[in-house]
Structures are given as structure tokens and as C-alpha cells.
């Protein structure tokens, strides 16, 4: 586990290890997530439509779209 400072400056470096698993170079834009105590960088997606394309697979049962359309 690799650790980082702040600097007097407010800024961080990723460490190596951090940068190769997220896959960004310098430039790159990233994004913070903050949740209570916890808080979370990621890469900002290019396009953001192919980032969530297909996230939302199997979250609603096999016939569910049928069953709300036969409901209107």
C-alpha cells in the first residue's frame, strides 16, 4: 500500500502504482468522489455515455420492461 503527502501547497502525487492501475498520465483529468470519511479518485471518462453503457445490466428481472409496458 502506498502512501502520499500533502504538500504546504495543497497538491499530491500519485504514487506510480496508482497512476499504471488507473491508467493516466499527466494531464489527465481526474475525478473526486467524497463519502463521509471516505474519498475516491478516478479517471474522468472521455465520453460518458460508453463509460456507463451497460452498468445497469441485470439490475431489474428478465420480464420486468414487458410487465411495466403491458401496465400502461
Do not use: F
Not at 502512501?3 to 501547497?9: F, G
Not at 497538491?11 to 481526474?30: C, F, N, S, T
Not at 456507463?52 to 420480464?63: E, R
Request: proline share 6%.
Amino acid at each position: 500500500m502506498a502512501s502520499l503527502k500533502l504538500s504546504s501547497k495543497n497538491q499530491i502525487v500519485l504514487p506510480k502504482e496508482a497512476r499504471e492501475a488507473m491508467q493516466v498520465k499527466g494531464g489527465d483529468e481526474l475525478l473526486v468522489i467524497v463519502k463521509g470519511s471516505v474519498t475516491l479518485l478516478m479517471p474522468k471518462p472521455k465520453k460518458y455515455a460508453e463509460a456507463l453503457s451497460g452498468k445497469g445490466k441485470g439490475i431489474y428481472p428478465k420480464d420486468y420492461l414487458k410487465k411495466e409496458r403491458r401496465a400502461w
